[in-house]
């Protein structure tokens, strides 16, 4: 398994902005499908957004038009640029990577490696 790693959480006010980065350290991101999720308390893990090894993405209805997710392939960084914020917005925000899907994805099971979290927490 990858080790993902999420930086970049924090708080923020409503209408604010925070952009997350993912990343796991000297493995090569080019050709993966990778994903954001987020877990409120007492919520079940939803997808919030997914990117393709061909740059293809899709967005949880939530997070169209405030959310990006995007992939620097040099770096080796993924990352989720969160805009206009909102309270239910607060979350842990998790990474997620897999290494061949059919297209981007918003589930779970489909992902195999996961990093720990970082906190967005919106008031």
């Known amino acids: 398994h990858v080790q993902l790693v999420e930086s970049g959480g924090g708080s923020v006010q409503a209408g604010g902005s925070l952009t997350l980065s993912c990343t796991a350290f000297?493995?090569?991101?080019?050709?993966?499908?990778f994903a954001w999720f987020r877990q409120a308390p007492g919520k079940e893990r939803e997808g919030v957004a997914a990117m393709s090894r061909y740059g293809g993405t899709s967005y949880t209805d939530s997070a169209k038009g405030r959310f990006t997710i995007s992939r620097d392939n040099e770096k080796d960084f993924v990352y989720l640029q969160l805009n206009d914020l909102k309270p239910e917005d607060t979350a842990m925000y998790y990474c997620?990577?897999?290494?061949?899907?059919?297209?981007?994805?918003?589930?779970?099971?489909?992902?195999?490696?996961w990093g720990q979290g970082t906190q967005v927490t919106v008031s």
């Open positions: 000297e493995y090569p991101f080019s050709d993966n499908y």
């Open positions: 997620a990577l897999e290494s061949w899907l059919l297209r981007s994805s918003l589930r779970m099971a489909d992902y195999s490696n």
